[in-house]
């Protein structure tokens, strides 16, 4: 249960991460009540972990913020409007998280979570590369925006991204084992959410949504297999 000043922490939360999606237009209606429920579920789930919902819920939270905060910065640096998310967004990137959690795999969660700012982050920051990007599978040099095409510098925006999970684990838990788990397993993530994209996307075989599904369930799976 939560205690009084941690639900209105989550009550101001979710009523500020709805005028803000609704007044900047970064999520539509589907996708805000999708995050909404998100964040509940989060909680509910939580709760029967030794992560603890609110704990879970904050979690997402840093994720959301970040994740944001990359994104106008991308869009503003290219002179772009910011991409409208979807419930498609919303799911791909927190689903395979939910489950772990569900399934009281914590280390899961925070590895699906690890992965899911490692891919945000280096597909906004990686956009600003001077350098043409790569394609992951040959290395071919692909127009800037192309699924699967990776950069030095979204590289280094995935390990960052990872490493923001990763740091914000160790602070509150002070497990530097787990914390390293949750990095490599984000950055594995964000590599094979390229991969997909390379491989699949581009044929239109899997959806933009599947792709992050799939990645962040990646994360999950090896951070579980890691931890035992």
Not at 120 to 133: A, Y
């Amino acid at each position: 249960m939560l205690t009084l000043i941690e639900s209105a922490i989550v009550i101001l939360v979710l009523g500020f991460f709805s005028f803000i999606s609704i007044k900047k237009k970064s999520f539509d209606k589907k996708g805000i009540v999708i995050g909404i429920l998100i964040g509940l579920v989060t909680i509910f789930l939580g709760a029967g972990t030794s992560v603890g919902g609110f704990a879970a819920f904050l979690f997402v939270v840093y994720f959301f913020i970040i994740g944001e905060l990359s994104t106008k910065y991308g869009s503003k640096i290219r002179k772009k409007e910011h991409e409208t998310r979807t419930t498609g967004n919303v799911l791909g990137n927190s689903l395979a998280a939910l489950i772990a959690l569900g399934l009281n795999f914590p280390i899961g969660f925070f590895a699906g979570v690890s992965a899911a700012l490692a891919d945000t982050m280096s597909s906004e920051i990686g956009m600003l590369s001077k350098r043409k990007p790569v394609l992951i599978t040959t290395l071919e040099k692909v127009e800037t925006g192309t699924d699967g095409g990776i950069s030095l510098l979204g590289s280094v925006s995935a390990l960052i991204g990872a490493a923001l999970i990763a740091g914000m684990h160790y602070f509150l838990y002070s497990n530097l084992f787990f914390a390293g788990i949750i990095l490599l397993a984000g950055v594995i993530g964000a590599f094979v959410d390229s991969f997909l994209g390379a491989v699949f996307e581009r044929k239109g075989q899997l959806t933009n949504t599947w792709v992050n599904f799939l990645s962040t369930l990646t994360a999950v799976i090896i951070a579980i297999a890691i931890a035992g």
